[in-house]
Nanobody
């Protein structure tokens, strides 16, 4: 059983940065594609980014290409989402996720792609 624990959320001023972490326990994350999603109040969960287990290739939603960076640290069984130049519209609950069988090409369809979710990390961007 894989358990994902997130950290790093909080209240940030516009223009600021933060780095979300997702630590896995119970299974090695080395062999799985890893993703991040976010859910704003009243909206559906949407895919932000995904990183491939095969070659570390990162993919991003169009809305995330300039300010978001996904990375992984296999030694720590952890992956990250760095967000820079935060904007109020980035306010959402951010979720890390793992797919046991899918790859990043299908990341956007979370209902079919995700096997394990983190608990979520609240990010509020406000002055």
């Amino acid at each position: 059983q894989l358990v994902l624990v997130e950290s790093g959320g909080g209240l940030v001023q516009p223009g600021g940065s933060l780095k979300l972490s997702c630590v896995g326990s119970g299974k090695s994350l080395d062999y799985y594609d890893l993703g991040w999603y976010r859910q704003a109040p009243g909206q559906d969960r949407v895919g932000i980014s995904c990183i491939s287990s095969r070659d570390g290739t990162a993919t991003y939603a169009d809305s995330a290409k300039d300010r978001f960076t996904i990375s992984r640290d296999t030694a720590k069984n952890t992956f990250y989402l760095q967000i820079t130049n935060l904007k109020p519209e980035d306010t959402a609950r951010y979720y890390c996720a793992v797919s046991l069988n899918g790859d990043c090409t299908a990341h956007a369809n979370y209902r079919q792609w995700v096997d394990y979710w983190g608990q979520g990390a609240e990010v509020t961007v406000s002055s």
